[in-house]
């Protein structure tokens, strides 16, 4: 392995350029533990930093790639042995240090996870930082007591990545899920029933209301929009029901008042996929691979496209026309 191929996003003047270009390990953020990559995925971060359309890395040239797939080539840490097969998501892949849109990553031994018995290499990209964040949301909701009975979930921007999974996830555990989407098309309308939706609510109908509390709807939500959405389903979710906050798809801002908080005893929730305790990672990949793993999850991916593939797909994601997941196929089963 003298050179690889690598997608490197390198910063010219106030832009940034994606570039597939050679490498050599050399060129790698420092980490213990080298992987060949089989597979990588795309997130809407990912997009972000291959269109240039907003600064995720912190410094340039960077390779690009939260989330990788792969077997270990070589290993200082004690942990993992050549040939072991692996995954890696978030823990500031392609925002801090080389990401996994190479042939090989080098990365921190903590940031690796064992791959789990019952997922494939090409299945844990099929979840990547999308399905272990939704997954982060059920479990964060489920600790605070989220309940079928409470009514339905809603879940917004439900075609993309973690709005997919998170229709399954919370299905299997036996809520009522309402997808609010911005896609009113039939094939969208056929993606959402797919993966379970009870209700498809078209997000342009929607009455968001102006009062601080609106007619509470939602026994809670899982939302991947922020801006007037979020500010819409804290007016909207009933008494004691919680808000994954996941994303800003719509934007970052938050316009609210403490009613909803002090008078319904609604509880937001604040979903970080990056920075996650160890254990934690560690027990929400087992729950994906095992009882949480989506029967649709070969449905979800949409996708499977190589590296030269990967800068085009982004400015799908970014203009929010792709349904489901992106796989990126690097090496491949190995
Ligand atoms: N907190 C974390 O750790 C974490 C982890 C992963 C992702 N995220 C964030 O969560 C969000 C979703 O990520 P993803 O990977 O699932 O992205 P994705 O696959 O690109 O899906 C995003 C979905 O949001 C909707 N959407 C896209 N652009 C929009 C816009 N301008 N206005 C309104 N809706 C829009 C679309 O759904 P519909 O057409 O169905 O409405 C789209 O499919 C992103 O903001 C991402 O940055 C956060």
């Not at 790698?28 to 089989?38: D, T």
């Not at 959405?229 to 938050?254: C, D, F």
């Amino acid at each position: 392995m003298s050179t690889f191929k690598a997608l490197r996003v390198h910063q010219v003047e106030k832009t940034f350029q994606a570039r597939l270009e050679p490498i050599q390990l050399s060129d790698l953020s420092a980490g213990e533990v080298v992987i060949r990559v089989a597979y990588s995925c795309l997130n809407y971060k990912d997009a972000l930093a291959v269109t240039g359309k907003s600064r995720i890395m912190r410094s340039m040239p960077r390779v690009a790639g939260i989330d990788l797939s792969g077997v270990v080539e070589s290993s200082a840490d004690p942990h993992y042995r050549p040939g072991d097969k692996v995954l890696v998501t978030g823990c500031n892949l392609g925002e801090l240090l080389d990401g996994g849109l190479a042939e090989f990553a080098r990365v921190p031994a903590e940031a690796v996870v064992p791959l789990p018995a019952g997922l494939s290499l090409f299945e844990a990209m099929a979840l990547g930082t999308a399905g272990f964040t939704a997954g982060m949301a059920l479990r964060r909701m489920l600790e605070n007591h989220q309940a079928p009975e409470h009514g339905p979930i809603a879940i917004t921007g439900p075609t993309g990545g973690v709005g997919s999974v998170a229709i399954t996830l919370f299905k299997r555990q036996g809520f009522t899920v309402s997808a609010i989407t911005g896609k009113t098309t039939p094939a969208a309308d056929e993606y959402l029933r797919m993966l379970g939706a009870d209700e498809i609510v078209d997000r342009n109908s929607l009455d968001l209301g102006s009062k601080p509390m609106e007619t509470a709807r939602w026994g809670g939500a899982v939302d991947n929009l922020g801006g007037e959405t979020l500010t819409y389903l804290t007016r909207t979710v009933k008494p004691w029901g919680n808000i994954g906050s996941v994303g800003l798809a719509q934007g970052h801002q938050l316009n609210t008042t403490v009613m909803p908080f002090i008078l319904r005893g609604v509880s937001l929730l604040g979903i970080h996929s990056v920075e996650v305790p160890r254990p934690w990672r560690l027990q929400i990949w087992e729950r994906l691979a095992s009882d949480w793993k989506p029967q649709q999850l070969a449905k979800i991916v949409t996708r499977t496209v190589p590296l030269e593939e990967v800068p085009a797909m982004c400015a799908e994601l970014i203009a929010g026309k792709a349904l489901g997941r992106t796989v990126v196929r690097i090496g491949g089963e190995l």
